[in-house]
């Protein structure tokens, strides 16, 4: 009856824990991309056409809304222009000329100020055909949400004031590697889903390992196996706490390098803990396969063995080329993104490799 309610666990656990990390490091992502693919913007009446004297533009509030699209304590998301704004310029002899002929005219022909109110008597301004892919309104899902629910608007311009960085464009890390799993997730409002939920998956980690401790116990009391080696529940506790760790640190700022390398030792030595708890506790299934053939699937427990010998290999050569290699940022963060979420497939074959 025992062995039951451990397997279990232990297959309840073990989802948990490939499924909550997942998410938690996606949805940090989703955010991240989402604030990196739009603007804020003033709260304006966007669709209006207007014309001002060139001589006072600047000291226009229309033409200041338009332009100085975030100098201003009332900023929005769903509130933008849908259509990029066009500028035209009208000169004295009737002619209207683009933002680009202007640029150009005024750059070749070195004019200043003074010259240039000789040439221009007035700025028009009103929205174009183009359609502007920085405001909110031209992406559907993300648009229907923040009218919705107001507070997640207004969380993410709170994001926007506060991250001094910025948020810049993100394609795919997966593939592209533009930021790391920590950049993602060290800004506010993602500090609130990334800090709980992978503490949360820390202890969901340790009754998983705990739960196998257990049930190894238990078939050694009936005498199903012999000796076996508890060193998966040392390293996999370990890897819990510098997990938790890891989640703790993330986003302080003390200024130091030395804080800066005591975080990089923490998230390896998580690494390091886990492979080396997953490696021995699938050599203690490996050992006593044929003692536990009625209560473990062979074909899943072949692949978690062939998965973890692959995992040992890929974390050599990953730290081989961490440490002597001068690899690129951007293939770093590939290696991380890919990595961190192979290493977790571990837990969805735990997941599969009990039987009840």
Known sequence: MKTKQFIRKIRIYSILSFLLPLITINTCLIIFKFLSDVDVFQNYKWEEKFEVNYKNYNKNANYNAFTNLKNSQSLTFTNCPKYKIELSYLTFDGKIISQKIYDEYMINHNLGFEDKIKYIKKIKIQPSKILNDRCIKN??????ILQKFNILERFFLRAVKETKSGFGRVKNPYLYGEISISRSARYFPATLIFKPFIILSAIFLFFYWV??????????????????????????????????LHAVFLGLDFGSEIFIKIRRIIIMLFIVFETAAQFFLTKNLLKFRDNLKNNINLIILNIKIFFVFTVLFVTVIAFSFLAFGDLASSTKHILEWNYFTFLLIYYFLSRLVWKI
């Not at 992406?139 to 229907?144: A, D, G, L, M």
């Not at 190894?216 to 997990?243: A, M, T």
């Open 139 to 144: 992406h559907k899902i993300p648009y229907f």
């Open 211 to 244: 739960n196998n401790l257990k049930l190894f116990n238990e078939f050694s009391n009936k005498k199903i196996i012999g000796k076996f080696s508890k060193k998966f529940f040392y390293f996999g506790f370990l890897s819990c706490i510098f997990l938790m």
